[in-house]
């Protein structure tokens, strides 16, 4: 994680999901994470309000869509730095690529339980664990 930022806390405002019943044919999964929005919290310099939209999408068989908030804490410069970038569309910092990665944490846990729920396929792979063999 860059060094400049942490995590601050966040929030879902967006929760949406759905498994079509009548489905047949191959499963496409495609996943999208968009950074809606960099702003700063009022009467704190130093903590940036992130709006995203995070969205796995199976083609015909349904979909799962979160949308939220992640706070991150950043010194001042930092900070001014992020906002600004939202408005010149530049995303190729090492802040930008942490705010992600926090992203795809928290929206992950939360989808991984939604397609239990609605029994669609994970869009990632758990780990599974096996068994050491004995060399002779």
Known sequence: MAKEISYAGSRFTKISA???????GKISLNTNIKINSIEPVKDQKEVI???YSFLIDYGGFGKV???????????????????????????????HLSI?????????????????????????????????????
């Open 65 to 95: 869509e979160l949308q939220g908030n992640l706070f991150v804490q950043a010194d001042v410069k930092v900070a001014k730095s992020l906002i600004n970038s939202m408005k010149e569309k530049k995303f190729d910092t090492d802040e």
């Open 100 to 136: 992600t990665n926090m992203i795809v944490q928290k929206a992950t846990i939360k989808a991984l339980e939604i397609e239990e729920e609605l029994g669609l396929p994970f869009h990632i792979r758990l780990p599974t664990l096996a068994l050491k063999k004995e060399s002779d």
């Open 49 to 51: 309000d992130i709006s």
């Open 18 to 24: 759905e498994r079509k019943k009548d489905f047949s």
